[in-house]
């Protein structure tokens, strides 16, 4: 195994990779992952099978903090396909569009990456009750990963959550607890109960983070280690964008790539605290009223990795913006017409890219992965009413 030890994302504080913390104990920050780098490099340089084998998650398994293989969890997540969206370019006005599909994963979202090694560190931890707190996605994907594994997972949903995903959940087996109005009350709860009941608590922390940083590994080497402009990335608890960035940055590191590409975030209206931060130069401050909306997996008040999204923005010279319902509702009409169904908030990613080359802040000529990041299926009443509106 190549990783070395964890390191908070603002304080720096260090922790051995063995301790059970899942935010720095200091500073109430998220942590960090950290890897002998050089040694990744030595291994995979000249590495011909390594590059020709097929993108999956375990692939980058050098990148993954698990010292067992024989023993990591999988349902053979990750390996989703890159598609180019020809139609879309021209009618956007873009040269190179592809939509990286995370919806074809085992559970129908991006989470399973992320899930995956959760679930196998959960095992190394001896674990054997999991709880997580989630809008939907994560917890039908802690649910399939967990029951893979042999154990008992409890998930904490807020009201109004899409029916689909619940009985998902409820398919692998798992205890289901609706606790609160929103994503925010159902973390406080979860990580509340992991505390004094004894759960290994999964969700928005380091471990999933390692996995989640696939989707830029993939993105990478479906493109034949070329580098894009514009990467553009839903944002609920900004964890998924974070990791995106941070996968980049190791390719970049140990010389897989020598450009790293720009990262566009996208909040949906009213869940915008991101976006304000990075307008006003503010401190991001928590969303107070709850207001209706089509992307429920992205309606988060506080996101936990929101100082995270705003450094990765700035690193890569990137952009952030809200969208609204009705050009989200647009947006996953289209992709639909390119033969993708996608559920709502992962159609802001394609109302974004839209409206920032509207602005010109993407270029004609500039080259632009947009991630759909979860499935249509997931969410059919949301569509089923934008489709009688
Ligand atoms: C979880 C999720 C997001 C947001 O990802 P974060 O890591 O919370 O920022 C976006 N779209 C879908 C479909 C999701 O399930
Ligand atoms: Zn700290």
Redesign the pocket.
Same mark, same amino acid.
């Given at each position: 195994m190549f990783a070395a030890k964890l390191v908070c994302t603002k304080c720096g504080e260090e922790y051995s990779l063995a301790c059970g913390v899942y935010k720095c104990t200091k500073c109430g920050s998220p942590l960090d992952v950290c890897y002998h780098y050089d040694d990744i490099a030595d291994l995979i340089q000249d590495n011909d099978p390594w590059f020709r084998e097929h993108p999956h998650v375990w692939k980058y398994w050098m990148f993954l903090p698990v010292s067992n293989l024989k023993k990591a969890v999988t349902l053979n997540e990750g390996g989703t396909r890159l598609y180019r969206a020809k139609r879309l370019e021209e009618k956007i006005g873009i040269s190179k569009l592809y939509i990286k599909n995370?919806g074809e994963n085992p559970t129908g =979202?991006?989470?399973d990456r992320g899930s995956s090694v959760e679930i196998t560190k959960a095992l190394e931890f001896h674990a054997q009750k999991v709880i997580v707190a989630s #809008? $939907? @996605?994560?917890a039908a994907s802690i649910s399939a990963y967990g029951a893979k594994a042999g154990l008992k997972v409890t998930i904490v949903v807020p009201e109004g959550t899409p029916e689909g995903k619940l009985v998902q959940a409820k398919m692998y087996g798992a205890n289901v607890e609706v606790f609160g109005k929103t994503y925010d009350e159902a973390l406080a709860e979860a990580e509340r109960r992991a505390l004094e009941e004894g759960y290994y608590l999964t969700g @928005?922390y380091h471990y999933r983070v390692e996995g989640?940083k696939t989707t830029g590994f993939e993105i990478i080497d479906q493109l034949h280690f070329n580098v894009p402009d514009w990467i553009v990335v /839903?944002? $609920? +608890? $900004? #964890?998924?964008?974070r +990791?995106i960035w941070k996968g980049l940055k190791e390719f970049y590191r140990i010389g897989l790539i020598s450009e790293l590409p720009r990262i566009a975030g996208v909040q949906i209206e009213g869940y915008d605290s991101i976006v304000r931060a990075w307008k006003t130069g503010k401190p991001i401050e928590k969303i107070t009223k709850k207001v209706p909306t089509i992307a429920s =997996?992205?309606a988060?008040k506080a /996101?936990v990795?929101g100082e995270n999204v705003l450094k990765a923005v700035k690193e890569s010279n990137g952009y952030l913006d809200t969208v609204t319902n009705e050009e989200t509702a647009a947006a996953g009409l289209l992709l639909g017409r390119e033969g993708l169904f996608v559920?709502p908030?992962?159609a802001t990613s394609l109302a974004l890219a839209q409206k920032m080359r509207e602005e010109g802040i993407i270029d004609k000529g500039e080259s632009v992965v947009i991630i759909a990041? $979860?499935h249509g299926l997931?969410d059919i009443n949301t569509w089923s009413k934008v489709l009688t509106s």
């Open positions: 995370e =979202a991006f989470k #809008t $939907g @996605n994560m @928005n989640q /839903p944002i $609920g +608890a $900004g #964890t998924h964008l +990791a =997996a992205i988060v /996101p990795d559920e908030s992962s990041t $979860g997931k």
